[in-house]
């Protein structure tokens, strides 16, 4: 559920800015096996978005190769103040949200 | 009792020996260079992919394939008529061969997405671009993983 989010408070309109992500989630390959043999199921995001007031500006698929705690950073243009709402969905009906907001002047 | 050299050899030759098993065991369950062009021809279809454009950091050289940082940037104006659409990453040996995609358009302004992966083997990353006319771009480098990730037992 933890996750951490990385926007700026302030910007200029038209200014190019970075957000970062990090969510805590184990990301079981499905690949692994315990000591005696068993194949560990796979459960890890699968799906990633990040909504700019209501508007999808970066979306990802992700893999079992991506690593645990995925972390993710991607640009986007302040053109407004608002919200950022973040998405991950993964196996098992796993559902996780956050949101920042930004003030553009 | 003090450590005869003895004791000491022995000692130091198993741990030797349990630091080298899992990337041999390792080998039987890996993608194929052909599971790579499968995947990628299945995102990229029939269309030809140019070299260049694409720039991919990823470290030569990793001691812990559980999580290398990877950062993908295309040269790209980032405008309506001329933006980067997706970027896909994929690898030459984990046992799958797609590591993510990645969906942008112009109001991301710079091409730009970093993450960290995970690397099974010592082998190649491909990252791919597809700009808004279309075109795939592409760009490969070389890792060389000294410990591996993905398949190792569960302790």
């Known amino acids: 559920m933890a996750a951490l989010i990385n926007v700026p408070a302030k910007a200029k309109r038209g200014e190019i800015i970075e957000i970062r992500t990090l969510t805590s989630h184990i990301m079981e390959t499905g690949f692994r096996h315990t000591a005696d043999g068993k194949l560990v199921p796979r459960d890890i995001i699968t799906s990633f978005a990040c909504r700019y007031n209501g508007i999808e500006i970066f979306r990802a698929d992700l893999f079992p190769a991506i690593a645990a705690n995925p972390y993710l950073s991607f640009f986007t243009v302040a053109r407004e103040s608002g919200k950022f709402e973040f998405e991950w969905i993964g196996d098992n009906g796993y559902s996780s949200t956050a949101s920042a907001s930004i003030t553009v002047e | ?155």
């Open chain 2, 1 to 155: 009792m003090p450590t005869t050299r003895r004791q000491f050899l022995r000692l130091a030759g198993g741990v030797t020996v349990a630091g080298t098993m899992p990337i041999v065991t390792l080998r039987p369950i890996e993608a194929t260079p052909a599971m790579l062009n499968t995947a990628i021809r299945n995102v990229v279809g029939e269309a030809q992919i140019r070299n260049g454009k694409v720039k991919l950091d990823i470290p030569p050289l990793v001691e812990n394939g559980n999580t290398v940082p990877m950062t993908v940037s295309v040269a790209s104006p980032m405008t309506a008529d001329d933006h980067v659409k997706s970027i896909h990453v994929f690898n030459e040996k984990n046992p799958q061969p797609n590591i993510g995609n990645f969906h942008l358009g112009p109001s991301s302004g710079r091409a730009e997405v970093s993450t960290r992966i995970r690397l099974a083997d010592t082998q190649k990353v491909v990252a791919i671009a597809r700009l808004s006319d279309d075109t795939f771009w592409q760009v490969a480098a070389d890792v060389v993983v000294t410990l591996a990730a993905c398949t190792e037992e569960m302790n």
